[in-house]
């Protein structure tokens, strides 16, 4: 069964063919739009979203398609104690595919452990949310015309963003990337993306500078500083303000560099940059469900050539424990813990944390 948990389960062939495949949809909609009739599509959003659950009902409806599923844990069994395994258990009976949205890192792995229809992360909390980074590359692709020889500057909570994570490790696969990750110190990227950058050889700097930054960029992707994974309120206020970017600031930026956000922005970039023709942010919002229609399209596709019967429920639990309080293990029960790197590190099969 193919899912989509992070963004290299795809191929970068994959990537291109599901590019090509939305910009065949954004040119002729009709002939997609019975194409997942009779189909369901349920949407298992723990975490509060507006952008990746409407576009994913939006994609749902555009192809004939109908969506059940909560928009609010608490207004499903998950109040009452109900794990991932056992919802998605339930769920399958009544859906033909899932998009699941989590607070806890690795969520949407266990899902995929215990369902047998494909699963699509929309977001596990400051790890991955591969359907943003198919969302601007599509953006990229329409407004440069190719990902190769580009320079991408990544700006703002580079620690738990989970869209700077997956669209960085989904460009460096690209020809002659170069990535240039601006944040404070506190708010750099995690250490398992840097060694997993370094192990590919992919060229990156880290600076706490924008403005030395941008003369050099191609893309300027700005991110918001997430409130929500701060242990200490604190220290969220003392990094919130980190880097706001204004039309001063864009001063010495290339003519036609792009600027992209996933949203949604909170401070981090004056509304006075959203009349100049670079922001990008609310096409990228646009962009989202075509690509979301993609993907459920050749995912559901790809479920009827390799049907799977359900899957066995897993009897051995992991002795193992996860370092990372954020990650699915710490509260749920899991399985096959720890994986093994190239360079020997093991790390956690469901959140990446390099496991010593
Ligand atoms: N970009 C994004 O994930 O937005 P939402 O949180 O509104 O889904």
């Not at 997609?32 to 349920?42: P, Q």
């Not at 229609?293 to 049907?307: D, G, N, P, S, V």
């Amino acid at each position: 069964m193919r899912n989509l948990l992070e963004i290299t389960d795809f191929t970068t062939q994959e990537i291109d063919t599901l590019i090509a495949t939305a910009i065949d949809i954004i040119k002729e909609p009709k002939r997609y739009s019975e194409a997942c009739k009779g189909k369901k599509l349920a949407t298992l959003f723990y975490e509060p979203s507006t952008r990746t659950r409407l576009s994913f009902t939006a994609a749902m409806m555009e192809l004939g398609g109908n969506v059940l599923g909560f928009s609010d844990a608490a207004a499903s069994s998950v109040s009452k104690g109900e794990v991932v395994a056992d919802t998605v258990r339930v769920v399958e009976n009544f859906a033909d595919i899932i998009a699941m949205r989590h607070n806890k890192e690795g969520a949407p792995w266990v899902a995929s452990q215990f369902a047998s229809i494909p699963i699509i992360n929309a977001g596990d909390g400051g790890h991955c949310h591969p359907t943003q980074t198919l969302t601007d590359m599509l953006t990229i692709y329409r407004h440069k015309g190719r990902f190769s020889g580009l320079t991408i500057g990544f700006c703002g909570d580079l620690l738990y963003g989970r869209t700077v994570h997956s669209l960085a490790k989904a460009m460096g696969r690209y020809e002659g990337i170069k990535f240039v990750f601006i944040s404070p110190k506190e708010l750099k990227i995690p250490d398992y993306l840097r060694k997993e950058i370094e192990k590919h050889g992919y060229q990156y700097i880290e600076t706490t500078n924008l403005e030395d930054a941008m003369p050099s960029l191609d893309i300027l992707y700005m991110t918001r500083v997430q409130k929500e994974r701060f242990d200490s309120e604190a220290e969220y206020n003392k990094l919130k303000d980190s880097f706001i970017l204004d039309m001063h600031k864009l001063h010495n930026a290339q003519k036609d560099m792009i600027i992209l956000h996933p949203l949604p922005r909170v401070n981090e970039i004056a509304y006075e940059v959203d009349a100049d023709p670079r922001a990008l942010y609310f096409e990228q919002v646009l962009n989202g469900k075509f690509i979301r229609m993609a993907l459920i399209y050749t995912l559901l596709r790809w479920a009827e050539e390799h049907k799977e019967s359900p899957k066995q429920p897993i009897v051995e639990v992991s002795p193992l424990k996860c370092k990372n309080a954020r990650c699915i293990s710490a509260t749920e029960m899991v399985s096959s813990l720890c994986t093994t790197s190239e360079n020997g590190d093991r790390h956690c099969f469901y959140c990446d944390t390099i496991l010593k």
